[in-house]
């Protein structure tokens, strides 16, 4: 079935024929992408650390922070993600430090030393500085660490709310990608336990299985491909398959061990243990048990990892003998693990009981029997919890979808917004970076004006006219600062400033910057006689402007969290204020400063005045632009 890319990104179930789902998923078929030559651990560890090598140092921290979480650290991969994010910090890196701090989370959870709530803050933050940073697929990516527990253990629709966010995250984060793909197959895994608690719909979750093999097939790293097997075994061992369920668990070693993915590929032995358990057959579940020992010692992970994983097995196995004391013994130490599922608990726990009744300690099987009621009732509930969405889940998608469409005009109109606060380059840079970095810049010409008599103005007009008429005004100021290279920094009120050599890249000198500003200054005038003109004929109040024109040099950066704004700062923009309020109505003031920027500047003369008084400067020498002498 040929499926571009872009297909990929809208794939449904529906689109699939049960034919199709029972070849991909055939734990048996050759020529797979997950077991090709090119994926293979050795030869994909070597391409990272070539990449690695060749990055520059933003670059390599970034990709060091996304090779921490791909299961090459055993025991080693938390402390590596968590050096990073320190690292990251260090630097300002924000989407390096988001990709860490993924990194953590979602490597398996026993190996990382968070509790539980400082998970929590990682995941916020990483929330935070993904969306920030516009990293658009390491947000989905901590989205879905979030929602695949949710599909299976707790709310449903909300890891269907989640999973569909995180599924437009990657739908609008560009081109299709190796990671994209990856990403698609972890949303696919997060829909197949929906449909399974939801609906106990089997042919729906293989469906579910199915595209996330397809989508994972196309990525670089078959994140899903393992897990999508250990399900699929624990399904057949439910449905008492054994032969099917040793076949997908062991498709699952493969492709985890093959692909460096060791923690899945030690999963797929310990859950084909358990299936065999389950199956009675004792003596293949202590060879397999012996085979996970083997391998894990081969991948040097640390014991204490270990031990919880094999107590479990060990534990039934010995129940199963009768050997009820070692039972016992590893039940109890296996029990109350971190990673422990609520169906191997009742396990373990019913065999505890069961141990200690025919050992005569009937307080103990009680104690071991009430708790196993209570795993039962929570595995109830959480059928029950569930299934509360029955039989609707293509309507949630459907209803997600819609409210989709509402949250996407939502960012549009945000986006309008931010443009409209931000001057153009920080914009700019804000998008492409996520952050506007504060900056100390030389040699800008800073712009300040305001409207004479502005107050009177206001209390003699409706709120609805004045506020129309400044929205016009300050459109064509604007327009006028753009055609000349210039940039509004903010209005505040009937204030206007705006600065020339805000961005980083403008390489023009001082003087180029106080000319182009100056004649800027000088459109803004002649474009207000003009409207004052209509107004006049209208008997609307006229708006006259005091400009000042200063060179110099400022710090610029956004300011605040909740209501950012882009705000400039240094005696440069007090000098221009007291230029403009020092000036005359109608008028162009500029300092000596300015005035020195662009003597000999063809199309602009200049007129010496009387000194204007500036706090704590004393008396400024200023110049006011001859408008009528002023080149067109």
């Not at 922070?65 to 991969?77: E, I, K, N, Q, S």
């Not at 097939?217 to 449905?239: C, K, N, T, W, Y």
Request: glycine share 8%; hydrophobic share 40%.
């Amino acid at each position: 079935m040929p499926i571009t890319d872009d297909d990929l990104l809208r794939l449904d179930p529906s689109d699939l024929t049960d034919e199709e789902v029972d070849e991909i998923l055939d734990p048996n078929a050759i020529g797979v992408a997950e077991l090709s030559p090119e994926s293979e651990c050795h030869a994909v560890a070597r391409r990272w650390a070539q990449a690695i090598e060749d990055a520059d140092a933003r670059d390599r921290i970034l990709l060091e922070a996304r090779f921490a979480g791909l299961d090459a650290f055993p025991g080693d991969g938390h402390a590596e993600a968590m050096r990073i994010i320190e690292e990251a910090r260090s630097a300002g890196n924000y989407e390096a430090e988001a990709e860490a701090i993924r990194s953590v989370l979602t490597l398996p959870f026993f190996l990382r030393n968070g509790s539980r709530l400082e998970d929590e803050e990682l995941y916020e933050r990483g929330i935070q500085l993904a969306a920030h940073s516009g990293a658009k697929l390491i947000e989905a990516d901590l989205l879905l660490y979030r929602a695949l527990p949710l599909s299976v253990f707790g709310s449903v629709t909300e890891a269907l709310r989640i999973t569909w966010r995180a599924r437009q995250l990657i739908s609008d984060a560009g081109p299709p990608s190796e990671r994209s793909f990856d990403l698609l197959a972890l949303a696919a895994l997060v829909l197949s336990g929906a449909a399974w608690m939801s609906e106990n719909n089997q042919k729906l979750t293989r469906k579910y299985f199915a595209c996330s093999l397809i989508a994972g097939r196309r990525g670089g790293d078959f994140i899903s491909s393992p897990m999508v097997h250990i399900e699929l075994s624990g399904q057949a061992s439910q449905l008492s398959d054994l032969r099917l369920a040793r076949a997908h668990a062991l498709r699952a070693f493969y492709i985890g061990r093959h692909t460096g993915k060791w923690s899945q590929a030690a999963r797929s032995l310990y859950y084909l243990c358990r299936s065999e358990i389950s199956a009675g057959d004792l003596s293949a579940a202590k060879e397999t048990l012996e085979r996970f020992r083997r391998y894990v010692n081969d991948q040097a992970v640390s014991p204490d990892v270990v031990s919880p994983f094999e107590c479990l097995p060990a534990a039934l196995i010995a129940f199963e003998e009768g050997d009820l004391e070692r039972g016992i013994e590893l039940g109890l130490k296996a029990v109350d693990g971190p990673f422990v599922g609520l169906e191997t608990k009742l396990a373990l726990m019913n065999g505890l009981a069961s141990s200690y009744e025919s050992m005569g300690d009937k307080a103990s099987a009680i104690v071991w029997l009430r708790r196993a009621a209570g795993v039962q009732r929570e595995m109830y509930e959480n059928r029950i919890a569930g299934s509360a969405t029955g039989l609707t889940l293509n309507d949630q998608i459907a209803r997600l979808r819609d409210e989709y469409g509402d949250a996407k005009e939502t960012a549009r109109r945000s986006d309008s917004l931010l443009r409209g606060i931000l001057p153009p380059s920080a914009y700019a840079e804000f998008q492409q970076t996520g952050e506007c970095r504060a900056r100390h810049l030389e040699g800008v010409a800073i712009f300040y004006s305001d409207f004479a008599g502005f107050t009177q103005i206001a209390a003699g007009m409706h709120p609805d006219q004045l506020v129309d008429i400044l929205g016009q005004l300050f459109g064509a100021f604007d327009r006028i600062m753009a055609e000349h290279g210039c940039e509004r920094v903010e209005t505040i009120g009937d204030a206007y400033l705006a600065v020339a050599g805000l961005d980083a890249t403008d390489e023009r000198s001082t003087g180029s910057r106080v000319a182009d500003m100056v004649h800027a200054a000088i459109e803004v005038a002649r474009y207000l006689i003009g409207r004052n003109g209509e107004f006049r004929a209208l008997g609307t109040p006229e708006f006259q402007a005091r400009i000042g024109v200063h060179a110099g040099s400022i710090v610029g950066g956004l300011v605040g969290t909740e209501r950012v704004r882009y705000a400039i700062f240094g005696d440069a923009v007090n000098t221009a204020q007291r230029l403009e309020a020092g000036g005359q109505p109608g008028s162009v003031t500029v300092s000596a400063e300015a005035r020195e920027a662009i003597l000999g500047t063809d199309g602009i003369e200049l007129i010496e005045r009387p000194a204007v008084s500036a706090k704590g400067k004393g008396d400024l020498q200023v110049w006011e632009v001859a408008l009528s002498a002023a080149s067109e």
